[in-house]
């Protein structure tokens, strides 16, 4: 039988990617993925529309997204899978963290203006057109009004972390984003580690009740994949992967392409089965 692939790391038009629910519901069909996860930053509004695509063409949806955490100063990233999308905690919780994000974007801006960069936040706002705005959505607001050439340059001269226009954003506590995705019914696994350097604090996340690792990942090597494959089978946590594509853009992550097998999903079907009410 041939073997089946999925992708549990996707981004919309609902936080900073670029295509819409409908064209990543293409875009899976395309690559013959049987099931795919949306992870949208901070919020779960695309799943519904997304859920709809993929039911029409026959591939299996989860309800996901991908929290901004704080653990310890550092910034990480939480990804939430197989989430009730109307629980009302993780509803009111999320539009808390898109205040936040919106708030980052006024006070960016504010910096960028004190270095003679003539931006307005609703013109980042009416590009972004979503709930969830973040840097990306910046960068391609500086590129379109001219200030910057591409979305790297953006990066690199203004909002990478120690640009003197970078603003930290606040972000809830890991424990906090742990606790909100099991009490939605979901898993909750740290996203691409390799990007990180805070596998000192892995065993803070397990204390707190850490499911599970992304091992692939677009951006994770063949090596670090092996490494955090190796630490979920020491740790009994589970192992999951996804490209993180955030639409169909030359040179970044694009979705199906790190052949995550369907097995993968069996694992994480198993594990939220049976710990469904005993997550709190
Ligand atoms: P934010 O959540 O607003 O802090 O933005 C973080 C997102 O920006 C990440 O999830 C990436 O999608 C993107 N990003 C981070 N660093 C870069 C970079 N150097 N170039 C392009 N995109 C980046
Ligand atoms: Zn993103
Ligand atoms: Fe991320
Ligand atoms: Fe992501």
């Given at each position: 039988m041939k073997q089946k692939f999925i992708d549990l790391h996707l981004h919309t038009s609902f936080s900073d990617g670029i295509s819409s629910p409908e064209q990543v519901a293409e875009a899976a069909e395309d690559m013959n993925l049987s099931a795919i996860a949306l992870t949208d930053h901070d919020t779960i509004e695309g799943c519904s529309h997304l859920e709809k695509y993929c039911l029409n063409k026959g591939i299996e949806f989860i309800s996901g997204t991908e929290l901004s955490v704080d653990i310890e100063g550092n910034e990480m990233h939480l990804l939430g899978y197989f989430l009730d999308i109307e629980n009302q905690l993780l509803i009111e919780q999320t539009t808390i963290y898109q205040q936040n994000r919106i708030n980052r974007i006024i006070e960016l801006v504010e910096r960028l203006n004190k270095i003679g960069i003539d931006l307005t936040a609703d013109q980042v706002f009416n590009l972004a057109k979503c709930k969830a705005p973040g840097r990306p959505h910046l960068a391609r607001a500086l590129v379109k009004y001219g200030f910057c050439k591409s979305n790297n340059e953006a990066f690199s001269r203004f909002l990478r972390k120690g640009s003197p226009t970078w603003v930290p954003k606040i972000n809830a506590n890991y424990r906090d984003g742990i606790k909100l995705i099991h009490q939605?019914?979901?898993?909750?696994?740290?996203?691409?580690?390799?990007?990180?350097?805070?596998?000192?604090?892995?065993?803070?996340?397990?204390d707190a009740g850490l499911d599970g690792i992304e091992c692939w990942h677009t951006r994770h090597q063949k090596s670090t994949e092996k490494r955090y494959r190796e630490m979920t089978v020491k740790l009994s946590l589970l192992a999951t992967g996804g490209s993180d594509c955030h639409g169909p853009q030359k040179g970044l992550p694009i979705i199906g392409t790190k052949q995550v097998p369907y097995e993968i999903l069996e694992m994480m079907k198993q594990k939220v089965a049976s710990s469904a009410g005993s997550l709190l």
């Open positions: 939605a019914g979901g898993l909750a696994v740290m996203a691409h580690p390799g990007l990180n350097n805070i596998d000192n604090l892995i065993p803070n996340l397990v």
